[in-house]
Structures are given as structure tokens and as C-alpha cells.
């Protein structure tokens, strides 16, 4: 019970990794806020299900993206929490024909798409809960190891997580002591992404990772609790890699 008497809010959190770090917060002791858009398909399955396993849990609708709905999400979190203890910013947009137009091909208007959740949400984010927090708490942003290593595809989105790595740093100077703020970089995590690629696609991408594998939503369930949580008191500022040790090579 690592988050006991916590209160968490992730967004993003209907899905893929985002659930996995909801279940196991809520497993954890923690109270989560589950977060999503209205047009989610998945709405409150994440709620149920941390509530069927005896967790806490209660969903808001959010769209990252948009100032006026980032602030009534925080209102409701004040309103039924009092405050925030963790946050965790799992939303970004995932979009296949962004994933592998070249330079060329990319338009400002999909940058936009792309920076608007991915490094605006996020940014907006924080600056709603930073009002509900105390000293000791958390923030857990999310980033990409091509953000760090570069890679051929995923232009739109790499340079907004580059965003996400560069706030993560100056919050993390600006907030200390009173609030820690960390980043994951995330490398081939089996999420909707993987079932764009073909089968040879798939052999060329677990062949560059020496643990011969994709990732899966509970490996960054597990760090991020662990930086969410009090064992991780003394770590501030830093982008931990998740990848299966594929930015090595």
C-alpha cells in the first residue's frame, strides 16, 4: 500500500497505459480521479474495474487540450477531493498517418494536433494541480526515447515529447522541495501503436531491443508508482528510460 491515503489524478487513464497506472494506484491505496474524453469508447471501464478489485476510484471527462475543460476537471477535483497528491500525465494523441510522414510531408497544422495534447496538455495539467498540492508531492510526465535518441518516424510526436522533457527539468528546479516532477521516457511499449506494423516491421523493432521484447503497460505502471510514491523522495528532475535497453545501441 504504497499510496495509501493518496489522492492521484491520471489523464489519459481509459486505456492502454493510463488504466494499468490506474488499476494499480487504486491497488496501491491510492484514491484516482480516472481521467478521459467524452469521446472515449472505454469511459468507465477503468473506474469499474478499480472498484469491482475494492479500489477507489471516480472518472471526469477531460480534453487535455483545452484550457476551459483542464480547468473544470480541477474544479472537480477540488470540489470531490480537497486536494492532489499525485499527478500523472498519461494523455497524448495517437494518430498512425502522423507516425511516419517525413519532413517534408509534415504540416504545422499536424504539429499542432500532436503538441496540443501531448506538451500543452501537459503542461496545462500541472498547472491546474499545482493549486491542489502540498509538500511531497508528485508529478509523473510522460515522454519518448526518440525525444532523447532520435529515430526515423514519429517526427510530430517526438518533438513534442522533447517538450514534455524540457518542462519536466525547469518544474522540477522551480517546484523544489515542495513538489517533485520526473519523467518516463518511454521505447517500444506494447500499446495501439503495435498493431500498425506488419510483421516484418514487428521482427525489425524487437531486434534492436536486447530484451527481445515489447514492453507492456505494467512495466511503466510499475516505475511510475515508484516515483509517484515516497520511496522515490529524493529523486526529482530526472527522464528514466523505459525500453528494454534498445537506446544503448
Known amino acids: 500500500m504504497r499510496l495509501s491515503g493518496k ?3 491520471v489523464t489519459g487513464s ?3 497505459i493510463g488504466a494499468e497506472v490506474a488499476a494499480l494506484f487504486a491497488k496501491e491505496g491510492a484514491k484516482v480521479v480516472v481521467s478521459h474524453r467524452l ?3 472505454h469511459k468507465e471501464e477503468v473506474a469499474e474495474r478499480i472498484l469491482k478489485e475494492g479500489g477507489e476510484a471516480l472518472t471526469i471527462h477531460c480534453d487535455v487540450s483545452s484550457p476551459g475543460s483542464v480547468s473544470e476537471m480541477f474544479s472537480e477535483v477540488k470540489r470531490r477531493l480537497g486536494g492532489l497528491d499525485v499527478l500523472v500525465n498519461c494523455a497524448g494523441l495517437s494518430d498512425r498517418s502522423l507516425w511516419t510522414r517525413q519532413i517534408g510531408e509534415t504540416t504545422l497544422d499536424m504539429l499542432k494536433s500532436v ?3 501531448d506538451a500543452f496538455g501537459t503542461f496545462l495539467s500541472i498547472q491546474g494541480a499545482l493549486p491542489l498540492m502540498g ?3 508528485s508529478i509523473v510526465n510522460i515522454a519518448s526515447t526518440p525525444a532523447l535518441a532520435g529515430d526515423a518516424d ?3 510526436y ?5 517538450a514534455v522533457v524540457s518542462m519536466t527539468r525547469m518544474m522540477a528546479k522551480s517546484l523544489a522541495p515542495n513538489v517533485r516532477v520526473n519523467c518516463m521516457a518511454l521505447g517500444s511499449i506494447r500499446t495501439t501503436w503495435v498493431d500498425w506494423l506488419d510483421a516484418a516491421q514487428r521482427d525489425s523493432y524487437l531486434s534492436a531491443i ?3 521484447r515489447f514492453g507492456e503497460p505494467t512495466d511503466v505502471a510499475n516505475l511510475a508508482l515508484f516515483l509517484a510514491s515516497d520511496e522515490s523522495s529524493f529523486i526529482t528532475g530526472q527522464v528514466v528510460v523505459v525500453d528494454g535497453g534498445e537506446v544503448l545501441r
Open 7 to 9: 489522492r492521484a489524478l
Open 14 to 16: 481509459s486505456r492502454g
Open 39 to 41: 469521446s472515449s469508447p
Open 115 to 117: 503538441f496540443e495534447v
Open 135 to 137: 509538500r511531497g508531492a
Open 154 to 156: 514519429g517526427l510530430a
Open 158 to 162: 517526438a518533438s513534442a515529447k522533447g
Open 210 to 212: 536486447p530484451m527481445r
